[in-house]
């Protein structure tokens, strides 16, 4: 019996956690550099070598992708919509989502407060 070859799936896993986030963040309008802050990885890092889902770097991509999902589905996928959502005070947060994402403490507070409004639709 023959044995197929089998990529990692470390390595597959890593590529697509990696151009999820780069999508979003690209719908949003969100430069590559900011992004990165985001989820505290540098530029090019993100496109060379990915982004291991179960690294803290990781985590705060699958919430930024969690925050797109939320937004997506609020503004049924527009994308003026979503960058105007992301770009305006929100008196919740008494700042822009876009400012509250750059911490930690902020992108899951955001995640929270979108899973809150996604919640009475």
């Known amino acids: 019996m023959s044995e197929a070859v089998r990529v990692a799936p470390e390595s597959s896993d890593k590529a697509l956690l990696s151009k ?3 999508n979003a963040a690209k719908a949003f309008g969100l430069p590559q550099a900011e992004i990165a802050s985001v989820v505290g990885r540098n530029r090019t890092g993100l496109t060379r070598d990915g982004i291991d889902p179960a690294s803290k770097s990781g985590e705060l991509a699958l919430l930024f992708i969690r925050l797109y999902r939320s937004v997506y589905a ?3 996928g527009e994308r003026e ?3 105007h959502w992301l ?3 929100n008196h919740y ?3 822009t989502p876009r400012e509250m994402i750059q911490s930690t403490e902020g992108l899951v507070r955001v995640v929270h407060y979108l899973d809150a409004m996604r919640g009475r639709i």
């Open 20 to 22: 999820a986030l780069l």
């Open 74 to 76: 609020l503004t049924g």
């Open 87 to 89: 770009n305006t005070p």
């Open 81 to 83: 919509a979503m960058t």
């Open 93 to 95: 947060f008494e700042d």
